[in-house]
DNA sequence: GGTTAATACATAAGAGAATTATGCATAAGA
DNA sequence: TCTTATGCATAATTCTCTTATGTATTAACC
């Protein structure tokens, strides 16, 4: 597991990203989906996922469907128009600071 | 400017790193120089680095010794043998962190 | 000679983003 | 049957940084 302060502010990037790669996901699914793809690295908890995907639905970047499986419900997100803006966006955004990074820190990065 | 939530978590690794490469740098100093190195992207504040350099030294990672030019004070820092350590492990912490961002967001960095 | 900007340190109050804790409920596996 | 996994949600707390404030010296401009 990373030092969890590296990971702030990472958070809208990471599940934005995620979304658009696999087009339709549920909360839980996102949490499973960025533990395989970090090698169990960044475990997304439940107290700040929730929150953000409902502050991204609440400012128009996602929307959900709720799907009920047996008796269980899943809520379904995905990216709205202006949230594919917003994604593209944010990955830049990230690349830019790696970039910024890479030489303050006088490292090769990637 | 970077959106300044991205950087959260760096600073530390920030500012041990540009100590070990320069040897030893008083705070407006290191300000500048991470300014520089950033292109003006990341302006560290007055109110971050100096609670920081505080800790670092509190820690046993950072020693100082006070020169005064003319009237005023400059408080050079450098690093302990124990920070040097940890800067090889900040360092090394967030090549790693960026590996696995490039993994989820499927992105090359660097 | 006077004003502004830059240099140089420091700390306190407040904001923001996450962790931790808690709560509820269903389904699967041992 | 009991534990683990699935699935959502929110409140309290913690941590880190920004913003604001304070003090003081030096250089640059006009």
């Known amino acids: 597991m990373h030092s969890p302060e590296l990971l702030k502010g990472t958070l809208q990037t990471i599940v934005l990203k995620v979304l658009k ?3 339709r996901m549920y909360g839980y699914e996102i949490t499973q989906r960025v533990k ?6 960044i475990l997304l908890t439940e107290g700040a996922l929730y929150p953000t995907l409902h502050k991204l639905e609440a400012e128009g970047m996602l929307r959900t469907e709720t799907e009920t499986i047996g008796k269980r419900v899943r ?5 709205t128009p202006q949230g594919r803006s917003l994604v593209k966006e944010r ?16 490292v090769e990065l990637g």
Chains 1, 2 share one sequence.
């Not at 395989?36 to 690295?41: G, H, K, V």
């Not at 809520?75 to 990216?79: F, V």
């Open 91 to 106: 990955v830049s955004e990230f690349i830019a600071f790696i970039k910024t990074m890479g030489n303050v820190l006088q």
């Open 21 to 23: 790669d696999q087009g």
């Open 75 to 79: 809520k379904y997100y995905s990216l």
């Open 36 to 41: 395989d793809l970090s090698d169990d690295r």
